[in-house]
T-cell receptor
C-alpha cells in the first residue's frame, strides 16, 4: 500500500542554523503534500503545503521543495529559533483525499 | 468559535470496559476523522466520515466503531477495551474531501487501558 517515509526521526540543530527534513512517498499520482507541526502536548497544525504543479513554496523562514520525479519532498527551516522545537509530520494525499502520514521528526533547537 | 473539541481529555479504562469519545466541531465541516497517535508511528486513521450519517474505515479500524448522527459530532466507541488501544486519540475535521483541504485537529484524548 501507499506509505510515506520520513527522515530523520530526530534532528538536533544549533539555534540560528538551518534544519532539513525529508520525506519520500510511493504513490506517483499524489498531488498534495502538507507539513504539520505538533508542539509538545498540543495538537498538530498545518504550517505549509505544496501542490504537485509547483517545485517550491516559501513562507518566511519555512520552505518546502518537491521533486515529483524522485518522489520526495523536503521541509527547510532557516534561522531556527527555540519556538521551532516540535515534532514535524509530512503527509501525502491519496486517491481518496485521505492523508498518509510520515512517522514524524522531533526537531530539537540547542541554545 | 471553539473549532474542534474533544471529550474527555484523559481516561483510564480496565481491559474489557467500554467507552465513547466525543468530537464536536462548529465550523460546519463536512469531513471528520479519528486518528490514533503512538510513539514513533505518526498518525494512523481509524475511521472517517464524509458527511452526516456516513462512516468509512481507515487504516486501523479493528476494535473501534463510529457514528455521525449530527454533522457537528463524530463519536468513537470502544466496545471492549484492550491494552493495545492505549494511545492518544485525535479528532480532526476539514471543509470537504476535495483536495488541498487543511485538517483542523482537536486537543486530543489520552487513553490508558490497564
Amino acid at each position: 500500500g501507499e506509505n510515506v517515509e520520513q527522515h530523520p526521526s530526530t534532528l538536533s540543530v544549533q539555534e540560528g542554523d538551518s534544519a532539513v527534513i525529508k520525506c519520500t512517498y510511493s504513490d506517483s499520482a499524489s498531488n498534495y503534500f502538507p507539513w504539520y507541526k505538533q508542539e509538545l502536548g498540543k495538537r498538530p497544525q498545518l504550517i505549509i503545503d505544496i501542490r504537485s504543479n509547483v517545485g517550491e513554496k516559501k513562507d518566511q523562514r519555512i520552505a518546502v521543495t518537491l521533486n515529483k520525479t524522485a518522489k520526495h519532498f523536503s521541509l527547510h527551516i532557516t534561522e531556527t529559533q527555540p519556538e521551532d522545537s516540535a515534532v514535524y509530520f509530512c503527509a501525502e494525499e491519496d486517491s481518496n483525499y485521505q492523508l498518509i502520514w510520515g512517522a514524524g521528526t522531533k526537531l530539537i533547537i540547542k541554545p | 468559535n471553539a473549532g474542534v473539541t474533544q471529550t474527555p481529555k484523559f481516561r483510564v479504562l480496565k481491559t474489557g470496559q467500554s467507552m465513547t469519545l466525543l468530537c464536536a466541531q462548529d465550523m460546519n465541516h463536512e469531513y471528520m476523522y479519528w486518528y490514533r497517535q503512538d510513539p514513533g508511528m505518526g498518525l494512523r486513521l481509524i475511521h472517517y466520515s464524509v458527511g452526516e450519517g456516513t462512516t468509512a474505515k481507515g487504516e486501523v479500524p479493528d476494535g473501534y466503531n463510529v457514528s455521525r448522527l449530527k454533522k457537528q459530532n463524530f463519536l468513537l466507541g470502544l466496545e471492549s477495551a484492550a491494552p493495545s488501544q492505549t494511545s492518544v486519540y485525535f479528532c480532526a475535521s476539514s471543509p470537504s474531501g476535495v483536495s488541498y483541504n487543511e485538517q483542523f485537529f482537536g486537543p486530543g484524548t489520552r487513553l490508558t487501558v490497564l
